[in-house]
């Protein structure tokens, strides 16, 4: 009998325990005063703009053989050809091909073709079915903890 009690007595400790780890993880990082949290692009406001799409083709090379325009098709529900230039200077990341990870950022675009900037580099080994996402980031990011937000009220 004095073994069944201990044994519900440590499951309870160990469900306790799972909660309280699955509700630190789901808290808000504000309270965590002055410690930054690391991951992918932590400055990337959930609520902006991002247009996934798939490749459906490059444009053609210049002289030199670089290939700075993609095709594309919109992905997801409600997905929508972009107005003309309506991407200008988003970021286009590459998710899924030989570019994987690579960072481009739009110079122009019309409904079924981007072309990203000449100096971050050509759009050469990019492939038909290749998947992307295009995103409005804000050019002045809010900061990322309380201290950042205390040094910038700061007057020298």
Request: aromatic share 6%; charged share 20%; glycine share 8%.
């Amino acid at each position: 009998m004095l073994m069944k009690w201990i044994s519900s007595c440590a499951r309870a400790s160990l469900v306790a325990g799972a909660l309280l780890l699955s509700l630190d993880a789901a808290a808000d990082p504000a309270w965590r005063d002055g410690i930054l949290l690391a991951g992918h692009d932590p400055i990337v406001d959930p609520v902006l703009r991002r247009l996934p799409g798939k490749v459906t083709g490059l444009g053609a090379a210049n002289k030199a053989g670089r290939i700075y325009t993609l095709r594309l098709q919109p992905l997801g529900p409600k997905a929508a050809p972009p107005a003309p230039n309506e991407l200008r200077g988003w970021r286009l990341t590459v998710l899924k091909g030989a570019r994987f990870g690579y960072v481009f950022w739009v110079q122009s675009n019309t409904a079924d073709a981007i072309t990203v900037r000449s100096k971050d580099g050509s759009l050469n080994g990019m492939a038909e079915g290749d998947l992307f996402v295009v995103e409005e980031l804000d050019p002045n990011p809010p900061p990322t903890s309380r201290r950042d937000n205390e040094s910038a009220h700061r007057v020298a």
